[in-house]
C-alpha cells in the first residue's frame, strides 16, 4: 500500500482514516476537497478539473501518497493511479448523526472546517447524502473494474480488514 485512494460519501470516516492510515504508513495524506477547493489566505476558489489534475500529478511524482474524498469526476484517474482503493461505506444513519454531530461541533467551535457551517451548508451535505443513495449503483459499478484493489470498510475505523496489507515504512524492507 502505496498509494491509497479512500473514497466515500460526507460523513463516512474518510479523514479520520487518512490521518490514521498517514501515521502507521508514514505516507502523507491530501484532502481531495483542498485539491478541488483552493484557499489563498481569505480568498476561497475551485480549481478548474486541469488544475486538480496537474495539483494531483504534481503530488504523484514524489512518490507515495493517500487522496481522501467524495467521487468526482475530474479526478477518478486516482481510480487508476491508486494501488488500494478503500471504499468507506458506513450504514447510512450513521452518517446521518456524523452529518449533524459535525455541524454541531463546527459551530461549538470543537471542530475546524474550511467551509461556513451554516444551515445551508447543512442541507447541501443531506442532499450529497441522498443523491449518492440514489446513484450508488452507479457508483459501485465504476469499482468493480477495480475489484483486485477495492477494499470495502462497513465503518471506520475497521483497521482489521486492512491488518495484513499494513506494513509500516519501516517493516516494508523485509
Request: aromatic letters at 12%.
Amino acid at each position: 500500500m502505496k498509494k491509497i485512494l479512500i473514497i466515500g460519501i460526507v460523513a463516512s470516516g474518510k479523514t479520520t482514516l487518512a490521518k490514521q492510515l498517514s501515521e502507521i504508513l508514514h505516507i502523507p495524506w491530501y484532502e481531495l476537497d483542498c485539491i478541488v477547493h483552493y484557499k489563498t489566505g481569505a480568498v476561497r476558489y475551485k480549481r478548474t478539473a486541469d488544475e486538480q489534475l496537474g495539483v494531483i500529478h504534481d503530488i504523484d511524482q514524489y512518490g507515495e501518497w493517500i487522496f481522501e474524498g467524495v467521487d468526482r469526476s475530474s479526478y477518478r484517474c486516482l481510480f487508476d493511479m491508486a494501488d488500494t482503493i478503500l471504499f468507506l461505506d458506513p450504514p447510512l444513519w450513521k452518517r446521518r448523526i456524523r452529518i449533524f454531530t459535525r455541524f454541531l461541533k463546527q459551530n461549538l467551535g470543537i471542530e475546524t472546517c474550511d467551509y461556513k457551517p451554516d444551515l445551508k451548508m447543512l442541507s447541501m451535505m443531506y442532499t450529497w447524502t441522498r443523491d449518492f443513495e440514489e446513484h450508488r449503483e452507479e457508483f459501485e459499478s465504476r469499482l468493480i473494474m477495480y475489484k483486485d484493489k477495492v477494499i470495502r470498510l462497513y465503518d471506520n475505523p475497521d483497521l482489521s480488514a486492512l491488518k495484513n496489507r499494513l506494513h509500516p515504512i519501516e517493516d516494508r524492507a523485509q
